[in-house]
């Protein structure tokens, strides 16, 4: 049974309280069109680039995050979120690129930065979610088709960037130039771990070899305290995260889950929540709780005293309406060659809330106790 505080707060009650503070901000949010988690960087042309505005912004990735956890909302019974999605999910397939082979990138109106792997996995993963059969096919099978017919390597994983590798036009060549000289090459652990989770989903029989394959390719990326590195992303709790999610649903006898699931565990401070150095932070204790729950593991007891304990952490984190913005996404330069001169970051309140929220209905889920949020949250007015 979940555990009670001395005030007689059990795991559910936190768990929805939070739930429906974070509901509340996102919908309030959806009036201005997330404003607030767009990524806005400056690609200057003495720099080598050619977009015709310096100053890129970028929010595909954090949208089709948001648009997740407004689905996992709308399972709960709040059944008045189809337009906000619809907004989303169209907001979505607009921003795919016009040139090429189509597909996502995270800056999309960058000549210079291909499609990529993990946007297209987010933004299939919403699809699937969201039963747009038409529009995967259509928006979503010929870049996978690139990526798996291009970008398998020989370990078992797959490149992040979807680029062919025969008949390039003008701007695909410029990008394998700047994939050589900027990007980096290779699979990277996080990325493969979403795009099998979308495979999954999507169709697991059709893309069993590729998941088996990908699958071997994670565990042999495991670390030896069981977490998962992050190429994009600060920390090792989103990377571990997300193996966690696709081991769960796709190899549940796994070792490497109880690996993981003890390093999550280890690595929780006596304050409850979890953080990149030795300060916790809401978005990496939303993260990890994220991934102790999505391991469905049985090392994983949610009436455990740590549980309860990251709950009231993120109850004491939150402030009037969100949580704070933390470093989220990085951008490493000169990784491709090897030498790391500069770590570029994002983070905003609104993923951080997302992912509160995500974690919140969770574990609300596998506590058998899913919460009637529209009780308590007011849709915005149109």
Known sequence: MPQITASGTTAQALSKQLAQKGLSYLLGASQNGFQEAKHTMHFPREQGFSAAQAEQCGDVFQRALIADVLLDVQETGFDTLQPILNHEIDYLLSCQRSTGIGGWSYFPNLPELPPDADDLAQVMQVLIRSQRWTDLQRFCERPLSILLQDGRTSDGGLETWIVPTAERTIEQQLQGVWIEQAWGKGADPEVVANLLYALSLYNPKRFADIIHEGIQYLEAQQQGDGSWNSTWYHGQYYGTYVCLRLLAIACPDS???????????????????WGLSNTSDPLTSAIALLGLVMSRSNLVNLGDPLILKALQYLQQQANDQSWESCPFIQMQLG????????????????????????????LLQQLDAIPHLYNAVEMPKP
């Open 255 to 273: 070792p490497a889950i109880a690996r993981a699931v003890r390093f999550l565990f280890a690595a929780q401070s006596a304050d409850g929540g």
């Open 335 to 362: 990784r491709a060659s090897g030498q790391v001169r500069q770590v570029l970051s994002y983070g905003s309140h609104t993923i951080t809330t997302t992912f509160v929220l995500k974690a919140m209905l969770l």
